[in-house]
């Protein structure tokens, strides 16, 4: 059975709660569908773009971001299955031309450590090395300018470089580009008509453009002007789709790996991919293969959220409940919007109640113990103590576009020495931690799950 609708008016329900989130957080447009064991509803609210004025349809395209890497590590299990591919073989015996910065690391990167981002590389390069179809070799010659944090398998850290390395070993082992691969081992087979990677692709449906503050505390938006993102990044966040097709992607990952009766990845390599394979630092609580894994009353909600420039998206899966729920956003805001309302859905439609661990009290020294400078590339994170809270201060610049912005201060409250959590505002639930050298002093703070290095007090 489908509904679908655009904008009902059902007070108490879903549709009040996007409402609510959309004006909370000053989002110009989303897209919400909902998968209950079988039975499948999409809603579209708002625009698709503020200079359009065309409303969001429940068939809407957006970007889904990293979203993509679940279906990135979904093809990997397809070749694991075929014998093909081997999680726990190093690299550098598919890419024998691998080069990469540590020769350590590159003798011992394995698949399972790109897609469970445990490889130690830098994460975020988003160079552009064109449309060709040699887009993805072209950005893998490059990888030994980019820094080895730590050594294979010692910490985790979002890496979405670690996705393109495992994309272009997919292209190796099956001898055609990353997006053919994709189409004809997972789009197809899973009926996945809205499913693509190009903008010249998507524009012929009814599509979303990502829109971006005008301020980083306005709620004033304008229309992200960089749509595309560079070829290479495709395989950790290229995809463009609506609700419908995520939640057709969600009912398989639920249904132990079939799509009307047919037999497309086996039960076990499901299960596998839901299953913990490393602690998630802050971003999880455990990550699995390519899920994020995390609990809420005692049940594991299995999920993964995606941001590019002006979009975000979340999708999110009960298994046990055969219960989906798919959100995409076109507004920078939009993880704010997309927490509130899984939340929201949970409560409602499951009884499963979200609740953020409670701060705890921690003496003046313990907090001036992390105070200091920490930098990653394209951020730079002073904290502070301030009234017995951490204050972040944080000056970044986008990877994609090289804009630059200074971001309102983040009020963080203890969790324990070296683990706080956001109080308030847009990030209020996102948890950050310190990770001390063997010396007692700060060596990195895994903020947004990413490792930035402690420079200076």
């Known amino acids: ?42 809603h579209g609210y708002g625009v698709a773009s503020l200079e359009t004025g065309f409303p969001v349809r429940p068939d809407t395209l957006f970007q889904i971001g990293s979203i993509s890497k679940v279906y990135t590590a979904t093809l990997a299990m397809q070749l694991v299955e075929e014998g093909k591919l081997s999680l726990d073989t190093p690299v550098i015996e ?25 490889s130690g590389l830098e994460g975020d390069r988003f160079d552009d090395y064109g449309i060709g179809d040699d887009a993805l070799a072209k950005a893998i010659a490059e990888f030994h300018t980019l820094r ?10 979002y890496c979405n470089s670690g996705f393109y390395l495992a994309g272009r070993v997919m292209e190796q082992i099956l001898g055609q580009t990353f997006e053919q691969a994709m189409r004809e081992r997972v789009f197809a087979p899973l009926g996945m008509e809205h499913s693509f990677f190009f903008a010249h692709e998507a524009i012929v449906y009814p599509v979303a453009v990502g829109h971006t503050q005008v301020t980083p505390s306005s709620a004033e938006h304008k229309v992200a002007r960089l749509y595309p993102l560079p070829r290479c990044v495709n395989a950790a966040g290229g995809i463009i789709a609506n609700v419908g097709d995520l939640l057709r992607f969600a009912a398989f990952h639920m249904s132990n790996g079939t799509v009307g009766g047919k037999q497309i990845l086996s039960a076990e390599s499901i299960a596998a991919m839901q299953e913990q ?68 859905a949970l409560e409602h439609e499951l009884g499963l109640r979200s609740t953020d661990p409670e701060p705890i009290t921690l003496p003046a020294e313990a907090l001036e113990r992390v105070v200091g400078t920490y930098k990653r590339p394209h951020s730079t994170i002073t904290l502070s103590v301030d009234e017995g809270r951490l204050k972040a201060e944080i000056q970044m610049s986008s990877p994609l576009t090289g804009e630059t912005e200074t971001l309102p201060p983040l009020f963080m409250s203890p969790l324990s020495e070296q683990e706080f959590i956001v109080t308030e505002g847009d990030y209020q639930g996102m948890r950050t931690d310190v990770i001390f050298g063997d010396d007692g002093k700060p060596r990195f703070l895994r903020f947004s799950g990413r490792l930035a290095e402690y420079v200076q007090d």
């Open 277 to 344: 394979q490393v602690k998630a630092g802050n971003f999880a609580d455990a990550y699995g293969i390519g899920w994020a894994l995390d609990t809420v009353d005692g049940v594991k909600i299995v999920s993964h959220g995606g941001s590019t420039n002006g979009f975000q998206a979340q999708l999110a899966l009960v298994p046990s409940r055969r219960f989906a729920i798919a959100i995409l956003t076109n507004g920078d805001r939009g993880a704010a919007a997309h927490r509130d309302i899984q939340r929201w």
């Open 148 to 157: 080895q944090w730590t050594a294979p398998g010692e910490l985790w850290s």
């Open 94 to 118: 598919y890419l024998p031309d691998l080069k990469l910065a540590d020769a350590d690391a590159q003798r011992t990167i394995t698949m399972r450590h790109l897609l469970t981002h445990t």
């Open 1 to 42: 059975m489908r509904r679908m609708s655009n904008e009902l008016t059902r007070p108490g329900t879903l549709d009040e709660a996007v409402r609510d989130a959309m004006t909370r957080w000053s989002i110009p447009g989303i897209a919400v569908g909902i998968f209950r064991d079988g039975a499948v509803e999409t």
